[in-house]
């Protein structure tokens, strides 16, 4: 289990918080994410839930990260 909050603004310009969320499985980021804050003590790999490739992107603790254009990731996993 990651441990804090994982937080991502999609493009609609809505907030949404995952808290505590468990490692290995699949969260689906509604509307896709266009900024993360990950302030869990685990990775995030963010990505495409149609499996594009290339479209893996790892957010590691405390880190954020903005997206736009072809990769606007709509799924994240926490290892």
């Known amino acids: 289990m990651a441990t804090g909050d994982f937080s991502?603004?999609?493009a609609s310009g809505d907030?949404?918080?995952?808290?505590?969320?468990?490692s290995?499985?699949?969260?689906?980021?509604v509307g896709g994410?266009?900024?993360?804050l990950n302030q869990t003590n685990a990775s995030a790999t963010l990505g495409s839930a149609a499996g594009r490739a290339g479209s893996q992107?790892?957010?590691?603790?405390?880190a954020s990260g903005s997206f736009g254009g072809a990769?606007?990731?709509?799924?994240?996993?926490f290892d």
Do not use: Q
């Open 8 to 10: 991502y603004v999609n």
């Open 15 to 22: 907030d949404f918080t995952l808290r505590d969320p468990p």
């Open 24 to 29: 290995g499985e699949r969260f689906m980021l």
């Open 33 to 36: 994410a266009m900024h993360v």
């Open 57 to 62: 992107l790892v957010v590691y603790p405390g």
């Open 71 to 77: 990769v606007v990731p709509d799924l994240v996993i």
